[in-house]
Nanobody, 119 residues
Framework: QVQLEESGGGLVQPGESLRLSCVAS????????MAWYRQAPGKQRELVAT???????EYADSVKGRFTISGDNTKRTVYLQMNSLSPEDTAVYYC?????????????WGQGTQVTVSS
């Protein structure tokens, strides 16, 4: 069974940084794309950043220049370096794995890690 395990969340003050990690385990034969999503209280889940198998990245406008996604296919791990955090970044952050690009019914999600930015 494929599992995604996130870590690295926590409580930080505005302007500080956090680095999230997500490790995929189980019978994964191919990784097409990995991503980070987030969901703030009372809001819909939104895409934060993606990284393709080839290393191409995309970011939500709200995090461009502050967040960096990176990955290590050999370790089946994706990271999200978050700098200059603000209270608006407070959310549960979810790791997402698309193994084949064939649709959401094939995708996997982690349980989420809480990020709280508050003074």
């Amino acid at each position: 069974q494929v599992q995604l395990e996130e870590s690295g969340g926590g409580l930080v003050q505005p302007g500080e940084s956090l680095r999230l990690s997500c490790v995929a385990s189980g019978p994964i034969f191919r990784i097409n794309e990995m991503a980070w999503y987030r969901q703030a209280p009372g809001k819909q889940r939104e895409l934060v950043a993606t990284i393709t198998r080839g290393g191409s990245t995309e970011y939500a406008d709200s995090v461009k220049g502050r967040f960096t996604i990176s990955g290590d296919n050999t370790k089946r791990t994706v990271y999200l370096q978050m700098n200059s955090l603000s209270p608006e970044d407070t959310a549960v952050y979810y790791c997402h794995l698309d193994p084949n690009g064939l649709g959401p019914e094939y995708d996997y999600w982690g349980q989420g890690t809480q990020v709280t930015v508050s003074s």
